[in-house]
């Protein structure tokens, strides 16, 4: 997949492009559906399909105080956009003085003049540009001008039957439950977060289920404080079953001010510190809670990775 930028100093079409837009976060079912039916256009018109998303989430500029947390990081959103097979992206850089641009600006620098669009496709309740002043009637009357064509998209509707469309809101709100056997039904796959492994207090050591206490982003989205079964992804690319804790750990601190992402990997030893990892959550085990004391846990603790290994231990 090519990566284009608009701050490189010299981006021009190669050839006319069908292209889509939008934040992509999750590069959920929804958004791989639009991606399809670029691909399609691309084939028939003989063009290059784009994805033109941003590299900072919008909303993190017009209205940081109420930003949603982000389902991908960057890197992990370019990967996933390559695995569509998308011939190229195309990344906004997206800062205050961005967030001001008339949409009818933002049409003509990104998608005519560096695209040549000749087809453009989103979502029906596209909205985009200064105060969302952009919509899809609005590109339809620019198109008259530039001479590309828009297609709106009926949102892809949820597979469980609960009528809402599939979009990073409804993952977000599963995952804020818990549910990430649901936030992975919209997603089209494991929801998984990326870190560091960082010195932690070793407690889970000395009564024999050491974990890889994981920093991640603070602008990442987590789901509820819990206990999970999983799968953990080491730098060297070794993937392991994990039963993961997430959470404050009420046993030992009366009021911790963030959660604490702890993976117990099964059947490994050895060192993990300073490693860049992925930890995915696959299965709800139950909420976190307080303990009476170590044997408390240490008793609990080993119901979880009996229940974790049945599930992910076999992979």
């Known amino acids: 997949m090519l990566i284009l930028r608009d701050t490189d100093t010299a981006v021009a079409p190669v050839k006319r492009s069908v292209v889509t837009i939008g934040a992509y976060d999750g590069v959920h079912k929804g958004h791989r559906a639009v991606i399809a039916h670029v691909q399609a256009e691309a084939k028939r018109l003989d ?13 993190s500029v017009v209205r940081p105080e109420s930003a949603p947390k982000l389902l991908t990081d960057s890197d992990q959103k370019i990967e996933l956009l390559a695995e569509t097979g998308i011939d190229a992206t195309f990344i906004v ?9 008339d949409p009818a600006a933002f049409v003509k620098r990104v998608l005519v003049d560096s695209l040549g669009a000749r087809l453009i496709v989103v979502g029906e309740d ?6 969302r002043g952009g919509n899809v009637a609005m590109l339809r009357e620019l198109g008259k001008q530039y001479d590309f064509e828009v297609v709106p998209m ?10 809402e469309p599939v979009s990073s809101t409804a993952i977000r709100r599963a995952l804020a439950g818990g549910q990430v056997e ?12 990326r870190g560091v492994v960082v010195n932690g ?25 819990g206990v999970y079964a999983g799968m953990f992804t080491c730098a060297d690319g070794s993937v392991h079953g994990c039963a993961i804790n997430l959470g404050r750990r009420p046993t030992f601190f009366e009021h911790a001010d963030v959660s604490l992402l702890e993976a117990h990997l099964l059947d490994f030893s050895g060192d993990l510190y300073g490693q860049q990892v992925s930890v995915t959550f696959e299965h709800f085990l139950r909420s976190e809670r307080k ?3 170590l044997d408390a846990i240490k008793s609990q603790l080993e119901l979880d990775v009996s229940a974790a290994r049945g599930l992910v231990g076999r992979k």
Not at 154 to 163: F, H, I, S, Y
Not at 182 to 193: D, E, H, I, M
Not at 204 to 216: L, S, Y
């Open 201 to 225: 207090d070793k407690r889970g050591r000395t009564i024999g289920f050491p974990t890889a206490n994981t920093e991640v982003s603070n602008q990442m989205c987590l789901p509820a404080d």
């Open 291 to 293: 303990f009476d004391g």
């Open 182 to 193: 649901v936030a992975q039904q919209l997603l089209g796959r494991p929801f998984s977060v």
């Open 154 to 163: 009926q949102l892809v509707p949820r597979p469980d039957g609960v009528a």
């Open 47 to 59: 063009c290059q399909g784009v994805v033109v998303t941003f590299d900072h989430h919008p909303a």
């Open 126 to 131: 596209f909205h985009f540009g200064y105060k």
């Open 93 to 101: 850089h997206f800062d205050e003085a961005a967030s001001k641009e």
